[in-house]
């Protein structure tokens, strides 16, 4: 099966508009294929201004596959009611997600190195992963009291792989209590 093409498409005009042709034409085409809009997917824009958007949830870069993304030039150049047009399409060759975490329990550690090093979405890689492992059998009991822990468990990495893996490891690590997950990059195609 050939690997999907994923491209960064920027919907130039109101960003309410955007999001509404987005959501319209997944209510409207439910099994299409996966559409994400950048900000709302913790992804890292190049530029100031498309920071800015994203921090002010005026978000209009969506990713989707190649082939949808002509159907969305498309539909956009045909309609008559929306101010919207397709500004720039960048191909995606692969995306990262870089992580850290601390924690100062075992069990709790336990549960981060299985939710970061296990099942895996198959073209994820975990790449430049280092954990340290710090016991003090001396402090036991002091933590209370104190900022010196009988156990301390920090880690890093970084996930390599296709856009939908990515996304899906930065939704799975985005809630956790002790995990820190960065911004998803994308790696355009030259």
Known sequence: MARETWVEMELNGPA???????????AARPGAGPIWVAGLENVDLDGFLNALRSRLKMERHIILGREMAEVFREAISRS???????????????AELP??????????GEAIRRLVEEDLPEDVRLEGYEVKEIVREDARGVELYGPVHDYILRGTGRYVGSVPGIITMSRRLKDQSFVHPGKVELTYTT
């Open 16 to 26: 309410d508009q955007a999001l509404g042709f987005v959501e319209g034409y997944r």
């Open 99 to 108: 992580f850290r975490f601390e924690c100062y329990s075992r069990q709790e």
């Open 80 to 94: 008559r009611l929306l101010d919207l047009e397709v500004g720039e399409v960048k191909a995606i060759d692969h």
